[in-house]
């Protein structure tokens, strides 16, 4: 008997050991005992470890999400420190590997690993502490009781280290956090911590990720200026659950995805719940020059406008209070809108560049535009005559852009998201309300819009929109359009660190987010994208002939053609004029259909303006004694020749001063500032006046508008300034008399948020003035001058909307930006070189250079984006193709119209 009784102990006691061992090498507690509680996001994936695939260009990986990418790389000072890959390949295949990541200084951040491991692991384990030569050294230190080895790799020079503790090896490129991690141990209660909640659909991801809310939204106040919409939108993503990571069979998306119950998501949320999803209506009206992207989809507004407005009293009150002093202060109804909308609005933040904010537009699709245009005309009539304001009014195309004198009227509507509105300013396109932030936006949008430059003709846009589903709310973030935001909104010491992050954000380029509410579950879906993909080297700065267009009638062209993008027919049409006078529009593709024969050569650049008022674009031409207006219809063009006038003394004309009030005419000066009016009753162009003191301007005469009116901007080079409207009749505080010369006309800057506009002027010894509508100069600079011969002028874009700065000395050009930081130099300049400048956006600015070779193309940088200089009888004319990023250059030879290509990336 007591034989047995010793079998039966010796069985329970080789029992318990099992037992013991088992829980040893299975681990008792999960890795999220040791994550100390600042942790900003964790990461668990069984696969970021795996080698990398050989995959193509247009193809996806986990690790081109940058959060992904730099856990990734912290197992990489791991691979440099052990030689033998295939025991650590072992070592760490199929385990389930944790990635913390903390903030480690005042601004950077790092990431802390914990792998898992068991006993046929202690073979790697004891060559990992064992490293000691020239090669990988490692020192061991004591922090809380535990044993920190720090190890130093020789020939990349990078440091990290470890511990050991609880069947989990603790690593990271920074001691300072593992120490942090030791002291967290030494705290520790015998009860196991498990990980956040995981969703019942994600249990099995082999990637997963946590948000920690609170450390984030701390990490933003140390890292941000100001308070952004961006922040107020990422604050709406939740916290307290578990997102899948995952690239889709065919390797062309990367998905980040959760879902939360609706009781437990954010309560704004909440809103949605109800609605009806619906497609994408609005893609004809979104501009390719969009950053960020944010579309409500509202299939019952009033229903959702009710739930809002009980969230935003709760949850933003202040937005909630500002409406509620709107309200008290004067007799207006700003709830009415929730009537007007037609299922769907769309926010758009423009891209910014270091001199423009870009500005932000509101797209509201209107049920009854006569009945919202009645609205909220009666509504601004009633704030302006209490604040007894000037009523401002401005036509753009048969648009006319009004203004609501309230400040972030979107995020009183809809949420502190649109916020970015210190002034609104508002007009009508196609059945859609457009509110702006400023005017410049809307009149950048109005000309996109009529010209087809919208995201319904883009390539990539459209890639993006087919991923999209049905959703009551869709953001679109495009990387390569907003970093300028980004950046410019961090503080100076987080600069650096976040720059590291351009490159692969803008390799992904497109970050959608779509929400949906249903059946009391919340469904987060974040994808990215790839929306640019690199060229083949080979093929980029290589020009190719596309097309030659032969000379119309075989007779020689008199001057470069005129490239018209024709909104009406959908086509780009070339306007050529041949030298017996013949003008004949040309479809690209097509055979001519028709010719004008006009009175002369043509003397002025081809202006468009809205002649008619429908909101069409039409072609103004001028000889020596004619004005003709050129009409596209869909029938093909009509050409109106005016009586004929006496011959001009100078043909620099700027046509402005087309306005709501005066629809039976417009005006045009001259560089000599002689007037001129042109009836449209009678259409003849007679002299209206000169404007006093007015020699010579220097051209091109750049316009603003103010005070309800249009004026130009005539700057001499004996620093005469002045600002005139039609009627000669000068802005208050002007003229002007700066005692300094200047060889380039003043820049205006109309996107100040503290007054209609400011002007920027270079004098020719290299002073940068700023100046205000008053007159007064509110910043100055002084550039250094190399030498005695150094000039200084500005560089204007060819739409005037950007400018540059130009430093010469004898035959050397040094280009310079606004900040007067150098981009680079041009030698040899000879006198009859010729620059311009074209800005196609933040990413896409090339600066062309004509001289007897021809015309070669650089970008800011200096690097040459064709490979030689392109011939032409006459100056060449460059586009943007955003779609398939390309160069369309249009050059003339003695055969007719080269049509050239070339990839830029």
Excluded at 581 to 599: M, N
Excluded at 680 to 701: E, M, Q, W
Excluded at 842 to 871: C, F, H
Aim: charged share 20%.
């Amino acid at each position: 008997m007591k034989r047995i009784y010793w079998i039966l102990g010796l069985a329970i006691v080789i029992g318990l050991g099992c037992w013991a061992y088992y829980r040893w090498s299975t681990n008792e507690r999960s890795a999220w005992a040791y994550i100390p509680e600042d942790y900003l996001l964790a990461v668990e994936s069984t696969e970021l470890q795996n080698p990398s695939e050989p995959l193509r260009s247009y193809q996806m990986k986990l690790s081109d999400l940058p959060i992904l990418e730099e856990a990734q790389d912290a197992l990489s000072v791991l691979r440099q420190a052990v030689t033998d890959t295939a025991q650590l390949s072992n070592f760490l295949h199929g385990k389930t590997i944790t990635y913390a990541l903390h903030v480690e200084t005042s601004s950077t951040v790092n990431y802390v690993l914990y792998i898992p491991y068991q006993a046929q692991d202690q073979i790697f384990l004891s060559q990992l502490n064992s490293l000691n030569s020239k090669a990988v050294r490692g020192l061991t230190h004591q922090t809380a009781k535990q044993a920190i080895t720090d190890v130093t790799i020789a020939a990349s020079r990078k440091r990290f280290s470890f511990m050991q503790y609880d069947n989990y090896l603790i690593l990271s490129p920074s001691s300072l956090l593992v120490e942090n991690v030791a002291m967290k141990i030494s705290k520790l209660l015998d009860v196991p911590a498990t990980s956040p909640p995981v969703p019942a659909e994600y249990v099995t991801a082999k990637t997963k990720l946590w948000l920690n809310g609170p450390a984030l939204k701390l990490l933003a106040g140390r890292i941000m200026n100001q308070q952004s919409p961006g922040g107020s939108l990422l604050s709406l993503l939740p916290t307290n659950t578990a997102f899948q990571c995952q690239v889709d069979g065919l390797r062309k998306e990367l998905s980040v995805q959760t879902t939360t119950n609706l009781p437990e998501a954010n309560p704004y949320w909440h809103t949605f719940d109800g609605q009806q999803s619906g497609g994408m209506l609005s893609q004809r009206f979104i501009p390719n020059g969009t950053a960020t992207m944010v579309k409500l989809n509202l299939s019952d507004p009033i229903g959702w406008a009710n739930r809002f407005i009980r969230y935003q009293r709760k949850h933003e009150s202040e937005l909630a209070d500002q409406k509620s002093l709107w309200q008290d202060n004067y007799p207006v109804t700003p709830d009415s809108i929730y009537y007007h909308i037609n299922r769907e609005l769309v926010l758009c933040r423009m891209e910014s560049d270091e001199l423009n904010e870009g500005g932000n537009l509101l797209l509201v699709k209107l049920n009854q535009p006569k009945a919202f245009i009645r609205w909220i005309q009666k509504d601004a009539a009633a704030i302006r005559e209490h604040e007894k304001a000037p009523r401002f009014e401005e036509l753009v195309a048969g648009n006319v852009v009004r203004q609501l004198l309230l400040t972030e009227v979107p995020a009183v509507w809809f949420g502190s998201a649109f916020q970015g509105f210190p002034r609104t300013y508002y007009t009508i396109v196609d059945g859609y309300a457009v509110f702006g932030s400023n005017v410049q936006v809307i009149r950048n949008y109005i000309m996109d819009y009529r010209r087809g430059n919208v995201w319904m003709n883009s390539a990539q846009a459209q890639e993006v929109l087919r991923l999209m589903k049905p959703q009551p709310f869709t953001m679109v973030f495009n990387a390569g359009k907003s970093w300028f935001s980004v950046l410019k909104g961090l503080k100076n010491e987080w600069k650096g660190p976040i720059t590291n992050l351009e490159e692969p954000l803008k390799r992904l380029n497109f970050l959608t987010w779509q929400t949906g509410v249903r059946a009391g579950k919340v469904d987060h879906r974040l994808i990215w994208t790839k929306g640019r993909i690199t060229a083949d080297p080979g093929l980029l700065r290589k020009v190719f002939l596309q097309k030659l267009i032969p000379n119309p009638l075989g007779r020689p062209l008199q001057r470069e053609p005129y490239v018209y993008r024709n909104a009406i027919m959908g086509t780009t049409d070339l306007i050529i004029q041949t030298q017996d006078h013949d003008l004949i529009p040309v479809a690209i593709g097509a055979a001519p259909s028709v010719k004008f024969r006009l009175s002369g050569p043509l003397v002025a650049p081809i202006q468009l303006m809205d002649y008619f008022g429908k909101g069409r674009d039409q072609l103004v031409l001028f000889t020596a004694d004619r004005l003709y207006i050129l009409n596209p219809t869909a029938k093909g063009y009509q050409l109106y020749a005016s009586k004929p006038f006496s011959r001009l003394l100078d043909y620099r004309l700027t046509i402005f001063d087309q306005t709501p009030e005066r629809r039976t005419q417009f005006s045009a000066l001259d560089a000599e500032g002689r007037l001129y009016t042109v009836s449209k009753a009678a259409f003849n162009l007679v002299p209206s006046g000169t404007i006093p003191d007015v020699r010579h301007a220097l051209t091109p005469i750049t316009q603003v508008t103010t005070q309800g009116d249009s004026y130009a901007v005539l700057l001499e080079p004996n620093g005469h300034l002045t600002l005139t409207n039609a009627k000669g009749k000068a802005l208050p505080r002007f003229p002007i008399q700066l005692k300094q010369n200047f060889d380039g006309p003043a820049f205006v800057e109309t996107t100040d948020r503290d007054a209609d506009f400011s002007l920027q002027l270079v004098s020719v010894s290299g002073e940068i003035l700023k100046m205000n509508q008053e007159g007064k100069i509110i910043q100055h600079r002084q550039l250094i001058k190399p030498s005695r011969e150094t000039r200084f002028r500005t560089l204007l874009e060819e739409t005037g909307k950007d400018w540059l700065i130009v430093q010469q000395t004898n035959q050397n050009v040094t280009i310079l930006d606004k900040q007067a930081n150098s981009l680079f130099n041009i030698f040899p300049i000879t006198p009859e070189s010729q620059l311009r400048y074209f800005a196609f956006g933040a990413e896409t600015k090339i600066l062309s250079v004509t001289d007897s070779r021809g015309t070669m193309l650089y970008n800011l940088q200096g690097e040459p984006m064709i490979q030689a200089p392109i011939p032409s009888l006459y100056p060449v004319t460059i586009e943007f193709a955003e779609s398939y990023q390309k160069l369309f250059i249009y050059a003339t030879s003695g055969k007719g119209v080269q049509i050239l290509t070339s990839k830029i990336r």
